[in-house]
Every structure is written in structure tokens, then in C-alpha cells.
């Protein structure tokens, strides 16, 4: 899983608004348009990194209609200091 983790958010383009939807399911569940509009992203955007992410497995999608709500996957909370650590190196 660090693998993926280091490829979907440094390995490829897009991987800085990926780090910043992770970082906001984090702090709970949301649908792409509430991303969306935090995150000051197009919904498009979001909702193509929300499924480069779960299709990778990082995050989880809750329900399949409009207002799915996405959360991290077990997986990824399992390796959230891995996370912690690619968005350290990335911020710096």
C-alpha cells in the first residue's frame, strides 16, 4: 500500500488536490460537491481524483448516486503516517 500511496500523491499530475481532498475526508465524510466547494476545485476535478483514489483504494465510496459520501478506506488509515509522511516531504 505505501507504494500506491507514494504514486497516487507524488507520482503523478494531480497528486497536490488528491493530498488536499485526503486531507479534508480526514476530518470527516463528504460528497464531491461539498469538496468541491471547499476546496475551491472544480467538481469535475474533484470528482476524477476522488476516483483515481478509489480506484486505487484509498478512499471508500459510501452509497453510488450524486451525493455519495467518500471516507479513507481502512487501508489508508491503516497507513496514515505513511500518508503524513508524503505530505510532509510535499509541503515543505
Known amino acids: 500500500m505505501e507504494g500506491v500511496l507514494w504514486y497516487v500523491l507524488t507520482g503523478t499530475r494531480g497528486g497536490e488536490n488528491r493530498?488536499?481532498?485526503?486531507?479534508?475526508?480526514?476530518?470527516?465524510?463528504?460528497?464531491?460537491?461539498?469538496?468541491?466547494?471547499?476546496?475551491?476545485?472544480?467538481?469535475?476535478?474533484?470528482?476524477h481524483h476522488l476516483g483515481v483514489l478509489?480506484?486505487?483504494?484509498?478512499?471508500?465510496?459510501?452509497?453510488?448516486?450524486?451525493?455519495?459520501?467518500?471516507i479513507p478506506s481502512q487501508l489508508a488509515r491503516t497507513?496514515?503516517?505513511t500518508i503524513e509522511q508524503i505530505i510532509e516531504?510535499?509541503?515543505e
Open 19 to 47: 493530498i488536499r481532498i485526503l486531507r479534508e475526508l480526514a476530518d470527516r465524510p463528504r460528497n464531491a460537491n461539498r469538496l468541491a466547494e471547499e476546496l475551491g476545485l472544480d467538481y469535475k476535478t474533484v470528482r
Open 54 to 70: 478509489v480506484e486505487n483504494g484509498v478512499v471508500e465510496q459510501s452509497g453510488n448516486r450524486y451525493g455519495s459520501v467518500y
Open 79 to 81: 497507513h496514515w503516517q
Open 89 to 91: 516531504q510535499t509541503t
